[in-house]
């Protein structure tokens, strides 16, 4: 980005939106002379779709990015609000939320599986492609979760490591009952956006539907509560 003069100063992403920021907060941003992470009002930030949206699903982006920046934020108001004016989605950031930390997550579908990964874990930042029924010809991995499947889905510490704690639909439930009684010992593996973040110990049976994922390898907290927002809030679409 170098035409800070214009009116608008655009980020393109690769989701669904485009960023457009008012040009005199990108030049804060870039030259660091005001830290937006403690401005004292709200930030507004404008979003544009890539491409046809109407004004519902602009403004169920809007809902779908402050299911994200509350989980991760819970301490602050997320988003003061927003709203649709002439095709752009405005939104309102509250103070303690970083507008940085919301222009990556627009800038990204955050579409989060649990994928069948096999007899062992795949690796982390492996660029997989998934799909309803698995295909090792193709290199198709089986997609077992999707987030319309999960309940509820919460991050926590146990015994000092990440977890997510989750309840699932009956439909995910009887998904994840029926892979894991065929497919016994094999690996389920979190993916974001096609790629392989973290392979998970899952405990089964669950017990009314709700179950635990031990985060494995060098996770953090603040990873597990960006997977927990994604498995609630879904995708940007």
């Known amino acids: 980005m170098t035409a800070l003069s214009r009116r608008w100063a655009r980020f393109w992403g690769l989701g669904g939106l485009v960023i457009v920021t008012l040009a005199v ?26 491409g046809p949206a109407s004004w519902r699903e602009l403004l169920h982006a ?12 819970p301490h602050t108001r997320g ?25 990556r997550e627009a800038m990204r579908p955050g579409a989060i599986e649990l994928v069948e990964g096999g007899t062992e874990f795949l690796p982390v930042g492996k660029k997989i492609k998934t799909g309803e029924i698995a295909r090792p010809d193709l290199g198709i991995y089986e997609t077992v979760l999707k987030p319309h499947h999960f309940v509820m889905a919460e991050a926590h510490l ?26 016994s010992g094999y690996y389920l593996c979190l993916v974001v956006d096609g790629r392989v973040v973290n ?39």
């Open 158 to 183: 146990r015994h000092n490591k990440p977890i997510i704690e989750f309840r699932l639909t009956p439909e995910g439930d009887a998904r994840l009952a029926a892979h894991t009684s065929v497919q």
């Open 79 to 103: 988003f003061e609000g927003w709203n649709v004016q002439a095709g752009l989605l405005e939104v309102r950031v509250a103070p303690g939320v970083p507008p940085s930390w919301v222009i």
């Open 25 to 50: 907060l990108a030049a804060s941003w870039a030259s660091h002379r005001v830290p937006l992470a403690v401005e004292k009002g709200p930030i507004v930030l404008l979003f544009e779709a890539n």
């Open 199 to 237: 392979c998970p110990i899952l405990r089964t049976p669950l017990v009314e539907r709700r179950g635990r994922m031990e985060l494995s390898g060098n996770a953090t907290l603040a990873q597990a509560h960006t997977w927990a927002a994604l498995l609630r809030s879904g995708p940007l679409r």
């Open 62 to 73: 809007g809902a779908v990015l402050q299911g994200r920046v509350r989980a991760c934020y």
